[in-house]
């Protein structure tokens, strides 16, 4: 059996379309919350936080929805057809009306159904990949996902650069050129998966071929295999806690960086031509080309300092960054080693998570490291953005400094789930992360 390396790359276009949105939602929104509408820090904040507070409710619901959902043309599909065709019309009217109007009350409202918009076909889309899939090819095929929304990501920090030109005043700029290239992104990229990939016909090949029947199989051996084991000792209990508040921290860390950054060029370096996005392409980039080696190193030296040394070069990036008093090209540098050690706390830390727990309670556990990661991203923009607002723009970086020294402390507390990965069995399957 092996994967279908076409048919999972059009399957990846749905993922591609996801990421493409919210790189946009990132990096613009906070900008024009504070540059069209003259919002403080801290509600700007607690505006970029609305999604990650969606996201605890409606992906769950949704995916589970999709899970009871049965139609002509499948379960995932109806919740990506219908989910890209609101958010990219809602995308529209939100900058061509409610932005133009300067009236915050409906920009407001249209980013709320944005988000509910967005979570419609959220999960489901996520979903579809194991869908069609057979079992044991699961990894290569979330490797090819990851990398197709990473292309999603990209596409959009371009058109930044190539489509979006700021005017003289911030409030003045013109956006519709840059999403009108975003809408066309989402709708061509939903177009692809929607006329290539049957998903009916597809998921009765495999059921017929046994791969979603042998993972059911092997599930059921594991859960029957440790059953009888005792409960989590209070020694590796110990080492979970830290772990997942360390999973906090770093979260708390660079999701304010990655929300702020694009005003704090602009307030702090006075930089208006949308350098900010170069930075955070680089920092991409260079995520995604240190997979491969990362997972060599934690397969010699473990998962544990691996991490250790990615909090450390992640940390020293930010400090350093901090200190330049205005925008200097070698900036970049920095960012690729943010991107770099973000990759490598990435693809480790979730799978320390799972060696700590029995093998019926991995959804439990995997439930708890998403709910600290997530509700970090909901903490730090809100906060972090009271302090950029009450106290100045250059307590960003140092910010993310003491967070990623506080993560590097409890890390070091963290005393289990640290045996070594096993080599890959292909180049693919180190793309296989959870972010």
């Keep these: 059996m092996k994967l279908n390396y076409k048919r999972t790359i059009l399957i990846g276009f749905a993922f591609l379309s996801i990421c493409a949105f919210w790189q946009f939602y990132d990096n613009e929104i906070p900008k024009i919350l504070k540059y069209s509408f003259g919002l403080g820090e801290t509600a700007t904040g ?7 507070v969606f996201a605890l409710f409606l992906l769950p619901l949704f995916g589970n929805l ?3 959902t049965d139609c002509r043309i499948g379960k995932r599909m109806p919740y990506i ?4 065709v609101l958010s990219v019309s809602l995308l529209y009217a939100l900058i061509a009306v409610a932005r133009e109007s300067g009236n915050l009350l409906m920009f407001m409202f249209g980013l709320l159904f944005i988000l509910f918009a967005m979570g419609i076909y959220r999960s489901p889309a996520v979903s579809l990949m194991p869908d069609l899939t057979p079992a044991p090819l699961r990894s290569s095929g979330n490797a090819i996902i990851n990398l197709m929304g990473t292309v999603g990501g990209i596409f959009v920090l371009v058109m930044t650069k190539v489509m979006l030109k700021e005017a003289d005043d911030p409030a003045k700029t013109d956006y519709m050129p840059f999403v009108i290239s975003i809408i066309i992104c989402m709708v061509l990229s939903v177009g ?8 009916k016909k597809i998921k009765k090949e495999i059921e017929d071929q046994g791969g979603l029947k042998s993972f059911a199989e092997e599930l059921e051996k594991e859960v029957s295999e440790n059953k009888d084991k005792s409960s ?7 080492s979970l806690i830290f772990l997942l508040v360390s999973v906090f921290f770093w979260y708390t860390a660079y999701n304010a960086v990655t929300t702020a950054f694009s005003r704090f060029v602009g307030e702090v370096w006075n930089l208006h031509n949308n350098d900010y996005a170069t930075c955070l392409l680089v ?12 997972a060599y190193i934690s397969a010699r030296i473990g998962r544990k300092k691996t991490i250790l040394a990615g909090i450390l070069l992640m940390g020293a990036s930010f400090i350093i960054t901090g200190f330049y008093p205005h925008f200097s090209f070698s900036i970049n540098a920095f960012f690729a080693f943010v991107g770099i050690g973000w990759a490598a706390i990435n693809v480790n830390s979730y799978p320390m998570v799972v060696e700590m727990c029995k093998a019926d309670e991995i959804g439990k556990y995997t439930g708890m490291y998403y709910t600290f990661s997530m509700a970090a991203q909901v903490f730090t923009p809100v906060f972090s953005g009271y ?3 009450h106290i100045s723009y250059k307590t960003l970086f140092p910010y993310s400094f003491i967070f990623s020294g506080l993560a590097f402390a409890t890390m070091l507390m963290v005393k289990h789930g640290d045996t070594r990965p096993c080599k890959k069995g292909s180049i693919l399957e180190n793309f296989d992360v959870d972010d």
């Design 232 to 238: 989590m000792p209070p020694e590796v209990k110990r």
């Design 46 to 52: 607690v505006v970029m936080a609305l999604d990650n």
């Design 81 to 84: 057809l219908i989910g890209t």
């Design 283 to 294: 920092a991409t980039v260079a995520a995604t080309l240190s997979y491969i080696p990362i």
């Design 66 to 68: 999709s899970d009871k």
């Design 387 to 389: 302090l950029l607002e």
């Design 192 to 199: 692809v998966l929607f006329f290539t990939i049957n998903e």
